[in-house]
């Protein structure tokens, strides 16, 4: 019985525990990305997406290589993202 409560927990927790690190991840690349280290935030979201594509992750990327002004590496990110989810769209477009 104690083996079953112990296996909940963990199987209760563990997806909580790997939602906050994913954000604390995002926290520390946009806190680098604002204090101008812009490589490095990149370097960390980059090697964040390697194991858990997230459409935050690439939008974050797509804008910081704008902010480099690499248009077509950011372009890369923001269809990613795009095609993860719609909302992210790097363009809207305006129907008559």
Known sequence: MKTAAL???VLIVMPLSTGFA???SLDKAYSLLYQGK???AI?????YVE???D????????YAYYEKQD???SMKYFKE???MKSFYSPSKSKKH
């Open 51 to 53: 194991d858990r594509p």
């Open 22 to 24: 994913n954000e604390l």
């Open 7 to 9: 296996v909940m927990a």
């Open 43 to 47: 370097s960390l979201v980059e090697e």
């Open 81 to 83: 993202a795009y095609k």
């Open 55 to 62: 459409v935050r992750a690439y939008y974050f990327l797509g």
């Open 71 to 73: 248009m077509e590496v």
């Open 38 to 40: 812009i490589n490095e």
